[in-house]
């Protein structure tokens, strides 16, 4: 069973055109966090998203952390092809038993921007 | 670069072989993970060190892999008896207790 499920899977788009991915869950986070991973590279934090409804932007990127808490969003305005590569969303088990600050991945949302 | 760094970046090896990835991280960070990353996924927790104590292996981890980190520094990853299921990215991350992780490049890995 996927913990967090991400959609789509992936996404091929024309530079200048405007995307979301999502990330949902049955759970209840207490954190979710995104992360970007280039090709050859590994991943890199984008952003924490705490509370719920909570909306932070990145530039030309907006997350979205769900009411219930359930759920994350990314919007891409505009994008361009350096925003190509592998969106991640992940969770921290720590607050559910779990170990000490290890994370939970989704399988991500491979993202393809065409000039 | 004060990163976390990752070699070989790249191995190919034969089933039956043993192989060893070494990680160096961040030097101020006290913690230290592994994980494991296959095509079409995220990556996979493997195990978790604070300073040189192995605090949690996953149950990904068979009998054949085994990570050290003697002095709280750098670690290794090695696999014993490679299998064609072992190839993926064995990526390596630091923090500073809960902070931000820093993940390294990965060391990819091709068992024939």
């Known amino acids: 069973t996927q913990l967090l499920e991400q959609s789509p899977q992936f996404l091929s788009i024309q530079e200048g055109e405007n995307l979301t991915v999502y990330c949902n869950s049955s759970s209840v986070f207490s954190s979710l966090q995104w992360y970007r991973q280039e090709p050859g590279e590994g991943p890199v934090l984008l952003v924490t998203?705490?509370?719920?409804?909570e909306v932070k932007k990145l530039k030309r990127l907006t997350f979205q952390f769900g009411d219930a808490r359930k759920d994350s969003s990314l919007h891409i305005t505009a994008a361009q092809p350096g925003d190509t590569g592998l969106y991640l969303c992940?969770?921290?088990?720590?607050?559910?038993?779990?170990?000490?600050?290890?994370?939970?991945f989704g399988k991500g949302t491979k993202l393809s921007v065409k000039p | 670069d004060t990163g976390v760094s990752q070699n070989p970046r790249h191995k190919i090896t034969k089933r039956g072989q043993n192989v060893t990835f070494r990680c160096d991280p961040i030097?101020?960070?006290?913690?230290l993970y592994w994980y494991r990353q296959t095509l079409g996924q995220g990556p996979e927790f493997l195990t978790y060190f604070q300073n040189e104590a192995q605090l949690e292996k996953s149950r990904l981890l068979s009998d054949r892999f085994s990570a050290e980190r003697p002095k709280g520094s750098f670690s290794t990853l090695e696999i014993q008896r490679t299998e064609q299921g072992d190839s993926a990215m064995y990526l390596c991350?630091?923090?500073?207790?809960?902070?931000?992780?820093?993940f390294g490049e990965g060391s990819r890995l091709t068992v024939l």
């Open positions: 998203v705490v509370t719920g409804g």
């Open positions: 991350a630091s923090r500073w207790d809960t902070g931000e992780l820093f």
């Open positions: 992940a969770f921290s088990p720590m607050n559910y038993g779990g170990s000490q600050g290890n994370l939970i």
């Open positions: 030097s101020e960070h006290n913690r």
